[in-house]
């Protein structure tokens, strides 16, 4: 029986890539073992405008994301501000000097200072926090920004209890170096005084680091940023490395955040997704966002706030609207040939 995280990890290097893995870590308590967390913040702006027609009551919603580089300088996708936390052990902390402890504050995300003290905390609410308010630095850092946060208590954590990132220990991992399971924490962040366009003003090329740019994206362009098919720079399952969010419950945040902008209307929802399967040329699919996270589509319904019956509607009348789409191009396509 595997009881500790040494174990774990030499059981999982040992099993090939894919199913094989992806069965161990379905057992909660082996999962366990090699887990961790990550977080991020999607930062949005504006206002819903007055109209008959849902896609133009979104058009002035725009969302800042990073262009992301992996350590191969290759692009490496879309996605919010954010990574994984930076964390300790109970027997790691014991084993430091205060002073030593004290050091790590800004440092390890579950370190904090209470009363100029340093603790070690297990409280997920400000290991998040913590974990957004550092790789944002960082990140913002590789852009040549130092001197620009948020304010972490309006951060709004979109609720995703179920969602798992394991697909790095699963499909990735050569068996070297860190790795662990990771259950992610997605937020929200309003903000009204331009921070988005102030990062794309400010930013600097540079010729290190994991961020490769700052763009300011339509929130209905971001609706269908997965599952597009790469032709030059792709990720490692085929999707385009330039438009896709490199990440499911990232992308799943954007359609989150247009569910509460909607009120969570299952009408609204429904029509604004046919508009956006009408303007992509992928199948836009909560099944297989809710199979890339390890969930069940009436997870994913309850992400949204909205019915499970009302998200396999949504789910349908998407894949009917891409259906004719293809069938239509299949047509044009034969009576130009004709």
Known sequence: MTTNRED??????????????????????FR??????????????????????????????????????????????????????????????????????????????????????????FDMDIIRKNNVMREMSEELADLGITDITINPSNME?????????????INIWDGHGECFAITPYCH?????????????????????GEVAEYKKVPLFDALK?????????????????LRDCRYPHEHLASWALLSKLLNHDEN????????????SDHLISFERIAKDTKQELSDVAGILNISPVALEKIEKSCATTYKNKQNKFILNKKYCRD
């Open 157 to 169: 954590l979109v609720s995703m209890p179920k969602v798992k990132d394991d697909n790095y220990m």
């Open 8 to 29: 774990a990890l030499t059981k999982i290097a040992n099993t090939s890539k894919g199913s094989k893995r992806a069965q161990l870590l379905m057992d909660d308590s």
């Open 225 to 241: 940023a997965y599952g597009n098919k790469g032709k030059i720079h792709t990720l490692e399952d085929g999707r385009d490395a």
């Open 32 to 121: 366990a073992l090699v887990l961790s967390s990550g977080a991020n913040v999607t930062i949005y702006e504006g206002e819903l405008k007055e109209s008959p027609s849902i896609k133009e009551a979104i058009s002035g919603i725009y969302i800042g994301l990073i262009q992301r580089k992996n350590k191969k300088g290759n692009f490496d996708g879309l996605g919010a501000l954010g990574g994984l936390a930076e964390r300790t052990t109970l027997e790691e902390f014991n084993k430091l000097t205060s002073s030593e402890r004290r050091m790590l504050v800004g440092k390890k995300d579950d370190v904090i200072l209470v009363d100029n003290i340093p603790l070690l905390v």
């Open 268 to 279: 609204n929802l429904e029509k604004i997704a046919i508009e956006v399967q009408k303007s």
């Open 188 to 208: 929200l962040y309003k903000d009204d005084s331009g921070l988005i366009d102030t990062i794309i003003k400010r930013a600097n090329e540079q010729e290190n």
